[in-house]
């Protein structure tokens, strides 16, 4: 791991714990993230968000000033739930903290209890505030707290059901999709927390300024519960997982996220075993389909390096299908600072005999820093790596949040197995658009042409 000290970030490689959250509620049906703080920040979320997803986002704002900042937010905070409940009238108001409400320990819970008592006599949303202190982890521990705060509120104890709950993590709208259907594949009955596949990828609406009528409900997130267990597929983000253990006897599984054969054997695993349930035909052939596409694109890939970061369990999942496709990882980088990120990439580099850089809580320039020295012939991460790929004339994979330089983002897929043979397909043909000519011989890098031909002509297996 990098020893060096430096006392900044550079291009960080994480967003504030905010923006988790909203990701988080983004999923929930009916409901409305409500940030208590400066405009600034529900605009960027907005801002970023919509040049990711493309879809209409609603984020409302207590629009804290410097006066608000000396005096408290308790006005705002008031004012803005009375709007959001006149005007948009959802069954849940999610209250996030932000740096700024944080820095001045606003008593958040105190003044909804105020507000709550000033409108007895009116019909109030489901309010629920959760603490995101933004100068401190990032936007996965935002989406954490977020889902640990729903079930916390909501879930209640009643007759078991035959559920599975699911912690997607802040996976795109395509791969939540893709989760679902292994499930109805698998005939598993299931609560999704939570569930962006409908709400961040839907048909062109005239109403844009409606609040999500799909995602998970409040009734589902009642009866979490209930389930036989949940299975989070973020080790970073099972907080709720281990709530609903501890509180309700729910067994909890944390990861891995389904990325790649092993992992995905892993998660199917899982979900057989709680649910008691056999792996169909199926799922069996989209298995034997990937290690075709696999074996299929192996001559392309094998040894060729790759950079990757992003979220921790993007990141760790990344390396080990990446090794599997006889890749050598050779720089990893999350912005979290993780234990556990260490030592998942430990686990892989010593089952498959790699040893990337590890970067954990490491920014972009850390990260460029250490391509220069080790090099990479690929980078697989979101749009903020676009510079440092051009710098170092190799080409980026763009996966993970936010893509803003590219369409499609809440269709990329890479979960499960036929999301690895998506994956396997698109990062080929990257490499065949960049390193390989029309006639499929290799242009750049150790192998010129020429030294082919000659291999080839002298007997050699090329
Ligand atoms: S880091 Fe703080 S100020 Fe910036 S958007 Fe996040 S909560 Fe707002």
């Known amino acids: ?7 900044s970030v550079i291009n960080p490689s994480k967003m504030c714990q905010p923006m988790g959250a909203v990701q988080a509620l983004l999923g929930v049906n009916d409901t409305m993230p409500l940030i208590h703080g400066s405009q600034g920040c529900g605009t960027y979320m907005r801002f970023q968000l919509t040049r990711h997803f493309r879809e209409p986002i609603e984020v409302a704002s207590t629009s804290m000033s410097e006066k608000t900042v000396i005096y408290g937010g308790e006005f705002n905070l008031m004012k803005a739930l009375k709007n959001v409940t006149e005007k948009q009238s959802p069954s849940i108001i999610a209250v996030t903290s932000s740096c700024l409400t944080e820095t001045i320990g606003e008593d958040m819970e105190g003044i909804i209890e105020k507000f709550k008592e000033a409108n007895l006599d009116q019909d109030l949303p489901i309010i629920i505030p959760i603490s995101t202190p933004s100068y401190v982890e990032s936007h996965v521990e935002g989406y954490n707290r977020t889902i640990k705060a729903l079930v916390e509120h909501l879930a209640v104890k009643s007759v078991g059901n035959e559920k599975i709950n699911i912690i997607t993590g ?3 709208p395509a791969d939540v999709r893709e989760v679902k259907n292994i499930l109805s594949d698998l005939n598993c009955e299931n609560i999704i927390l939570t569930d962006t596949s409908k709400n961040l990828d839907a048909p062109l609406s005239e109403s844009a300024l409606d609040l999500y009528k799909d995602g998970t409900t409040i009734e589902e997130i009642e009866d979490t519960a209930n389930s036989l267990g949940t299975i989070a597929l973020s080790k970073h983000m099972d907080s709720a997982a281990i709530y609903l ?3 309700f006897g729910v067994k909890s ?3 891995p996220l389904p990325l790649g054969i092993e992992n995905t054997d892993k998660f199917i695993g899982s979900v057989c075993k709680l649910g008691e349930l056999e792996v169909p035909e199926t799922i069996k052939r989209d298995r034997g389909r990937l290690i075709d596409a ?6 392309y890939n094998y040894h060729r390096k790759v950079a990757i970061f992003g979220d921790p369990d993007f990141v760790s999942g990344m390396t080990r299908f990446t090794c599997e496709m006889g890749m050598i990882p050779s720089v990893v980088c999350t912005g979290t600072k993780s234990k556990r990120f260490i030592e998942d990439i430990q686990i892989i580099s010593d089952e498959k005999k790699v040893s ?4 954990a809580g490491g920014d972009l320039y850390d990260m460029h820093r250490e391509i220069k020295e080790v090099g990479a012939d690929i980078l697989v991460g979101n749009s903020y790596g676009a510079s440092m790929a051009k710098e170092e004339d190799i080409p980026l994979f763009r996966v993970g949040f936010p893509i803003f330089d590219r369409l499609g983002a809440q269709r990329i897929f890479t979960l499960g197995y036929k999301g690895g043979i998506n994956f396997v397909d698109q990062l080929t043909n990257t490499m065949l658009d960049y390193y390989y000519d029309e006639a499929g011989y290799e242009v750049s890098g150790d192998e010129s042409e020429e030294t082919i031909f000659e291999g080839y002509f002298a007997g050699e297996e090329v």
């Open 170 to 172: 802040n996976i795109s």
């Open 1 to 7: 791991m990098h020893q060096n000290k430096k006392f």
């Open 253 to 255: 599984i944390s990861g």
């Open 356 to 359: 990337p850089v590890i970067l």
């Open 245 to 247: 253990e501890k509180q």
């Open 294 to 299: 696999m074996v299929d694109a192996h001559s």
